[in-house]
C-alpha cells in the first residue's frame, strides 16, 4: 500500500511540475559530453524539441545528481565514462527513482599523452602501475606494500627517460579515473603479481585498495574535469604527461601525443578491435520516471543511436567516438529504444 501511495505522489509531483521545464537536462561524463553537444545541437535544429541542456560534471558527478530524486529538478539523463556502480542503483531506488534504462553509445580509449613538441612515449601498463600507484610491491620479495618511492620514469624502468613522473589527470569523481585505474593499475599491472592477485581473494578491500589508488605525493596531479585544459598544459609542459579519453587526442593531434602501451598505439583500429589496453565502453542512463513528463526523451534516445550518428559510418565518429560492432548494436539498441535495458535487473554493460 506504502508504495502505491508513494507512486501516486512521485505521479502528482510529476505532473504538476511538467510545465516547469520544456527542455531535456543532462550531467555526467566529460568524455561522453562532445559526442551529447553534437546530438543534442542537431536534435534542437532538426526536431520541434528545445536543444538539451548538458552540463560536464563527471561520471560520479552525475550519477550523484541523477540518482538523488524524481521530478524537474532532477537530471533526465546522466553521461558515463563507466557502468553504473551498485551503490549507485542503490542510492536511486533509495531516492524514489525508479527504473534506470541503460544506454550504450560505443567505446573509447584512455591514453596517456604529452607535447608533440616532446619525444613519443612508449610504456607498459606495469610502468605505469608501478609509476603511479600510491604502493607497489617491496622490492625485497617479502610480499609486502611500501610506499611509492620512484621519482623519475627511469626509477621505474631504466629503459625510461629520465624524466620525473609528472602526469596530469582526472579526479576520483571522473569515469575516466575509475577507468584507468581499472584497466590500468590494476589489469594491467597488480593482477600480473601473483601474490596481490591471490589478494584478492582473501581480502577484496585492502586487494581494490592497493590497486586503484594513485599516489598523492605530488607525481599525480588532479587536473579537474576539463581535459582541454591538461592539453593546454601539456603544450606548456613537455615534460608532462596527461590521462584523458582518446576523443580529445583525436581533437588535438596538432598539439598532443599518444603513448604507445604495451606495443600498442592508441588508435581507432586498435580501440575498436581491443586490441589496445586502455579501452572502455560509453554510455548514458535514462530516468525512465521522466519519460512521459518531459518532451522529446524518447527521440533524443533515438537520434543519438541512429545509424547516421553512432554506427559504424555515423557523424560522431569525426568526434572520435568508437562505434559498437553492427551485431552488437542489433543485440541492444532495440531494448534501448523501448527503455526496457533496465539496470539492476540484467547486466547490459557485460554483453560483448
Not at 565514462?81 to 534504462?101: F, L, M, P
Not at 585498495?209 to 613537455?238: W, Y
Not at 596538432?254 to 583500429?269: H, L, T, V
Request: include cysteine; proline fraction near 6%; charge should be positive.
Amino acid at each position: 500500500m506504502f508504495n502505491k501511495i508513494l507512486g501516486l505522489v512521485i505521479i502528482v509531483t510529476l505532473m504538476s511540475a511538467a510545465h516547469a521545464r520544456d527542455q531535456i537536462n543532462i550531467v555526467g561524463s566529460s568524455t561522453v559530453y562532445p559526442f551529447a553537444i553534437v546530438v543534442a545541437e542537431k536534435f534542437g535544429k532538426t526536431t520541434d524539441f528545445k536543444t538539451p541542456k548538458i552540463e560536464s560534471t563527471g561520471s560520479g558527478g552525475g550519477l550523484k545528481l541523477f540518482c538523488a530524486g524524481v521530478g524537474t529538478q532532477h537530471p533526465d539523463f546522466t553521461n558515463a565514462s563507466r557502468a553504473i556502480k551498485k551503490n549507485e542503483i542503490k542510492r536511486c531506488r533509495e531516492n524514489g527513482v525508479g527504473d534506470i534504462t541503460e544506454v550504450k553509445v560505443g567505446y573509447d580509449g584512455i591514453v596517456v599523452a604529452n607535447s608533440k613538441s616532446a619525444k613519443p612515449f612508449t610504456i607498459s601498463t606495469m610502468d605505469i602501475y608501478l609509476g603511479l600507484a600510491a604502493e607497489i610491491p617491496n622490492p625485497d620479495g617479502s610480499k609486502t606494500f611500501i610506499k611509492n618511492p620512484h621519482k623519475t620514469w627511469q626509477d621505474v624502468n631504466s629503459d625510461l627517460p629520465n624524466m620525473k613522473i609528472e602526469v596530469l589527470g582526472p579526479p576520483p569523481t571522473s569515469g575516466t579515473r575509475d577507468a584507468f585505474s581499472e584497466l590500468a593499475l590494476e589489469k594491467g599491472g597488480c593482477k600480473k603479481i601473483e601474490w596481490i592477485k591471490a589478494l584478492k581473494k582473501k581480502n577484496k578491500s585492502e586487494y581494490k585498495a592497493k590497486c586503484h589508488t594513485v599516489r598523492e605525493d605530488g607525481h599525480f596531479i588532479e587536473a579537474g574535469e576539463n581535459d582541454n585544459l591538461m592539453v593546454q598544459k601539456l603544450v606548456s609542459n613537455p615534460n608532462a604527461l596527461a590521462i584523458f579519453g582518446f576523443v580529445f587526442l583525436d581533437q588535438n593531434v596538432d598539439k598532443i601525443q599518444g603513448a604507445i602501451i604495451n606495443n600498442i598505439s592508441p588508435d581507432f583500429e586498435n580501440i575498436a578491435s581491443g586490441k589496445y589496453p586502455i579501452s572502455r565502453p560509453l554510455f548514458f542512463y535514462a530516468k525512465n520516471a521522466h519519460l512521459n513528463v518531459i518532451p522529446g526523451m524518447k527521440e533524443y534516445v533515438e537520434m543519438f543511436l541512429s545509424d547516421s550518428a553512432s554506427g559504424e559510418d555515423g557523424y560522431l565518429l569525426e568526434k572520435g567516438l568508437i562505434p559498437m560492432p553492427t551485431k552488437e548494436r542489433n543485440i541492444i539498441n532495440p531494448k534501448v529504444k523501448d527503455f526496457t535495458y533496465i539496470v539492476g535487473d540484467i547486466s547490459p554493460s557485460k554483453i560483448k
